[in-house]
């Protein structure tokens, strides 16, 4: 499995721009990226998946440059409510099995 | 549709005694998976059923641990001779299985489980 290294946490302000950078130095060939969001109390949820280039869906985009060494989620004009942890996953189907690692995450704190 | 249910939410124990946790996973979903959470940690990965099996138990902490799944449908953890280090939050999810392409895991609230 592909080990991920995010920032324990970061500050943002509301209607700011926040990006988070995942490093998978070592991500093979058939993983794929995928961002979960958990906020206090409740399970993580699916945020965005993408294997290549950029992916955007109506709540973030997930930029992957060439080497998908790293990928970045764009989370655009945060608010208050945006405050949570984001665990950063790279994992692929295995044997018919798709076992994900999720490490620490980043925790985000959106102030106003 | 319904979502992941997870029962009990609450759970306090006497340790040395025994617990389980039930999982309903959305319907049709046929991968389902057990996670720990600790206070202020990631999640740790407990085990995956395919099915009704369990290709991987790898994250069982102990033999203490077990689960099991049946009808594709709902699924028990087990925690024999609970132990203080045991208390955590217990999550759930389920997905669809795709041969090649990772689904997105649909999570329960989780069960807060303490043991005194």
């Known amino acids: 499995l592909a080990k991920t290294t995010q920032p324990i946490s970061m500050d943002s302000y509301e209607g700011q721009e926040v990006n988070i950078t995942c490093s998978h130095n070592?991500?093979?060939?058939?993983?794929?990226i995928t961002w979960y969001q958990q906020f206090p109390s409740q399970g993580p949820r699916f945020i965005i998946q993408?294997?290549?280039t950029k992916v955007t869906n109506e709540v973030a985009s997930l930029f992957i440059p060439a080497d998908r060494k790293s990928s970045t989620l764009s989370l655009p004009r945060v608010s208050l409510s945006d405050t949570a942890v984001y665990y950063c996953l790279v994992a692929s189907v295995s044997g018919g099995s798709y076992i994900p690692t999720f490490g620490r995450g980043t925790s985000l704190i959106v102030h106003p | 549709g319904a979502g992941v249910s997870q029962s009990p939410s609450n759970k306090v124990t006497e340790k040395g005694k025994d617990v389980e946790l039930r999982c309903d996973p959305i319907s049709g979903h046929t991968a389902l998976y057990w996670y720990r959470q600790r206070l202020g940690q990631g999640l740790e990965f407990l085990i995956y059923f395919q099915g009704n099996s369990a290709p991987d138990k790898s994250g069982l902490p102990s033999d203490r641990f077990s689960a099991e799944r049946t009808g594709e449908s709902v699924s028990t953890l087990t925690i024999q001779r609970t132990q203080q280090e045991d208390s955590a939050v217990y999550l759930c999810a389920s997905s669809i299985q795709g041969a090649g392409y990772p689904y997105e895991q649909y999570f329960g609230p989780g069960t807060r489980l303490t043991v005194t």
């Open positions: 070592n991500i093979a060939t058939n993983d794929y």
């Open positions: 993408g294997y290549k």
